[in-house]
């Protein structure tokens, strides 16, 4: 088991940026799989990014080229990296951990980009 604390979202205008921290309660070093996922209001959950053990990254085309994600092993600690934020980025950003047949979510942290 493990759980999720997500933080650092706010406020931000168009063309900012922010960082999101998902700090589990863990070691995340042998977590296979961990990721970032937002849910827009009146939409369905949509994948953002993942990152595997070994450090292998996956982008949705959405925010291919604009954010990075990354993981703090010593911390266990996933990033989220977000620059030249839009307005379609808004959203509340949850972490995920898939662990053997289970997955595992934070409580989500809010994204709001005014344009």
């Known amino acids: 088991q493990v759980q999720l604390v997500e933080s650092g979202g706010g406020l931000v205008q168009a063309g900012g940026s922010l960082r999101l921290s998902c700090a589990a309660s863990?070691?995340?070093?042998?977590?296979?799989?961990m990721g970032w996922y937002r849910q827009a209001p009146g939409k369905q959950r949509e994948w953002v990014a993942t990152?595997?053990?070994?450090?292998?990254?996956n982008y949705a085309d959405s925010v291919k080229g604009r954010f990075t994600i990354s993981r703090d092993n010593a911390k266990n600690t996933v990033y989220l990296q977000m620059n030249s934020l839009k307005p379609d980025d808004t959203a509340v950003y949850s972490c995920?951990?898939?662990?053997?047949?289970?997955?595992?979510w934070g409580q989500g942290t809010q994204v709001t980009v005014s344009s």
């Open positions: 863990r070691n995340i070093f042998s977590i296979n799989v």
């Open positions: 990152i595997t053990s070994g450090g292998s990254t």
């Open positions: 995920n951990a898939q662990i053997t047949l289970r997955e595992y």
